[in-house]
């Protein structure tokens, strides 16, 4: 067995195949500096089918991090060879087995700050700890010690059994895990308030570092209600029980994810539990979604879990798939069908329009390289697929289907195959070809239209698809198409399942005013628009209909057809006023701030500044609705960009006093005071020094400290900062390095910031190995996703040129993050020539 980086998939099979009932039990000593090493002990026992090979644990750390090994109660050699720690077969027997190690605990995972700790070991990340078979089809239990700084706390997968104390410590005894995963083995210990409630007789326990007793007081009941009311509904949907021992969760702040869904301790990003007064609707919609879709993986991925990181998407989907679900049955929002569409088709489309898509479903040969697979394309491509999957079976074929599935696979693993193999016994559909062009295939159908007329009556109506990329495959599904009249709409619905068709029910039917395509928000693709639509798209009186015409004119104008960036950016600035819908006027802003920041030419920017402004900030005054009116300040805040409309924000940030009927809160005027900064406003340094006391929570102003070089008006202290994220050791807090690289590559600051896109690139295979899984995607967008210029293109294609064997899934990446950037050279290229 060739020994080599990471964890093939050769040695995963291999394993899977000669080892069996694994166990760890682990102790880790935690100092209260986070500069100190965490002297580790373990114990793996396991079984062993066949000794005839040498036995490869996993541990990408030092050969110095290893003290002593034994093998059934024999000290061995220590032999470690590319990040795997090799024991002999001659140590080893068949049957049981049990290996001592004494080590150092990596610290490339253990997330160490000041007063607290935690673990994120998803995918292949537990390596980085402590040596494991750190593969998703080996599972394993797990028995924890931890011994903390006294007044720390903890909490892991399994319960607290027993605990002393000395006068500087404290040791924790946990019990013994259920059966999971390495990628869900967790803890997470430090300076936490911890708080608890029984709901239906569970026991839920929720330990946090929030100090705002508002966010507290605002928040808490409807976390822990949230949480129940998921359990509730899997339970039902299901037709099984909780499947663990224990249900706690922590809210950590600037977790580098939203969420992550460890056995019985779910971790969170504190700023999407921890709401004020101020919160909008589609925060709280946010949130509901966030705690049903870590409650949903329990079952899907924690009970069920991939063979292999190939799948990774299948536990994604299924937990997105089901929070919508639950988020629909609890009435968190009033309309689902809205919420799907704004949720997930920008961000699906976001990649599978660009030369960078992949497909749902993706090939991988070693867990090294399980990072770059998740995406857009797993977490919203992903469920608008299982939602056509699910029209095409029916609910209650494809709920019975999802039973069985987790009740033959529960404890174990199951690829998507298996699963599509299972759904076939209930439905006459063809799946594995649907699943073909669907989950193997990256990309999206392009959708025309031909309306012919006779005596001003349909004739006939054609509809057609190909590859967005000129493909000929076809892409089976349903949507709906709007013949639109003075007086009332007709839908008709379409089953696309082959080249061309001819709807027949349109045949003899006056021709309308303008047909919507995709009025409904079911289907997926590239749809056409018809401009007739244009004068009339803020009177289309269905919410869901408005936001797929508002994606659909998006999309075309990103290919360069039927609306131009500048008259789009007009007609969304006059339907700001207009929109009364809250997801939808937070579609309409985004797309606006994007259309005004990376498809506006600067000198045009300036030209149509005031008047933006003026307009957002009348159409704040106008909209009636609190949500509405604060979405529209923060899009005014966003563009500004004339010096009134800055001294308007100082003013407000100032006095701390909100536009009437606004409600803004710390986190709010904290914004507002980087905005500024990041605008060169004179009173800058001063304001900063201003908003930092403002500030009360240790961990925000830790934040806002960092930033702070990364907004200056200092060029050197720019440089200075940039060069600083060449360490790893400067890049641990990622979401703080995201929002710095958002401020320093701000639009205003392009022409200075373009020269760090060479090494931002060239960092990009170091931040894989050394980021979390969603690290590489995050430092691209913020570094890459808001140029628009020549320069920046040239640096990209440069590099690219420069790399011709790169990383092909690190190059899509890269092509997904640059493809508006490539769009705006081209539209705007177009742009100047036409003027």
Sequence with gaps: MPVEPGISQTLATYRKQVIRNISYQLAFQIPASKNEPIPATETITFELQEKEKPLQLDFKEKRENLAQVKVNGRDIPVMFEQEHLIVSPKYLKTGKNEIYISFAAGNLSLNRNEDYLYTLLVPDRARTVFPCFDQPDLKATFKLTLT??????????????????????????????????????????????????????????????ETDQQKIAESLNPIFKLHHDALTFLTDYTQLPYPFQKFDFVAIPDFQYNGMEHVGAIQYKAASLFLDEGATQDQKNNRSNLIAHETAHMWFGDLVTMRWFNDVWMKEVFANFMADKITQQTGATSDFDLKFLTDHYLAAYSVDRTAGANPIRQPLTNLQEAGTLYGNIIYHKAPIVMRQLELLMGPDNFRQGIREYLKKYANGNASWPELIQLLDTHTPINLAQWSQVWVSEPGRPEISYELLNQQNKISKLIISQKGED???????????????????????????????????????????????????????????????????????????????????????????????????????????????????????????????????????????????????????????????????????????????????????????????????????????????????????????????????????????????????????????FFNSLKDEHNREQEAWVVSALEYLHHPLRQNASVKYLPASLELLQQIQL??????????????????????????????????????????AKILQATHNLFRAEELLSNTVKAH
Excluded: C
């Design 148 to 209: 903390l700084p006294r007044s720390w706390q903890a909490l892991t997968n399994a319960a607290l059994q027993d605990s002393s104390i000395t006068s500087a410590n404290k040791t924790l005894n946990f019990g013994t895990t259920d059966t999971i995963s390495t990628y869900l083995f967790s803890f997470a210990a430090g300076k936490f308030r911890h708080l608890s409630q029984t709901q239906n007789g569970r026991p839920m326990h929720f330990y946090h570092r």
């Design 470 to 720: 000129g493909s000929d495959r076809i892409w089976p599904q349903q949507f709906t198409v709007s013949l639109v009249y003075p007086n009332h709409t007709e839908d008709i619905l379409v089953h696309l399942n082959k080249r061309e068709i001819i709807i027949p029910e349109a045949a003899g039917k006056p021709v309308p005013d303008y047909l919507l395509f995709n009025p409904t928000g079911l289907g997926y693709g590239l749809f056409p628009v018809d401009t007739k639509m244009l004068p009339n798209l803020f009177t289309i009186k269905n919410p869901v209909s408005r936001a797929s015409a508002l994606i659909n004119l998006y999309e075309n104008m990103l290919r360069g057809r039927r609306v131009k960036p500048a008259e789009l950016l007009r007609l969304y600035a006059a339907g700001a006023a207009l929109e009364t819908e809250e997801l939808n006027l937070k579609l309409l802003t985004n797309q606006l701030s994007q259309l005004y920041w990376q498809f506006t030419l600067p000198e045009q920017r300036h030209i149509v500044a005031n008047t933006l402004e003026n307009t957002l900030w009348q159409a704040m005054i106008r909209q009636k609705a609190p949500n509405n009116k604060k979405l529209l300040f923060k899009a005014y805040q966003h563009i500004s960009l004339t010096k009134a409309a800055q001294d308007k924000i100082y003013q407000i940030w100032q006095k701390q006093q909100a536009p009437a009927g606004v409600k803004l809160t710390e986190d709010d005027f904290t914004a507002l005071a980087l905005a500024l900064a990041v605008q060169d406003y004179p009173q800058t340094p001063t304001l900063l020094e201003t908003q930092y006391e403002r500030i009360q929570n240790p961990d925000r102003k830790k934040r806002f400290r960092y930033l702070w070089p990364a907004l200056s008006g200092d060029q050197s202290q720019r440089d200075s």
């Design 770 to 811: 050394t980021g979390d899984i969603f690290f590489p995607a995050s430092w691209l967008q913020a570094s890459l996703g808001a140029y628009q210029s020549t320069a920046a293109a040239k640096a990209v294609r440069q590099f690219l040129q420069d790399n011709p064997h790169y990383n092909p899934k690190l190059k």
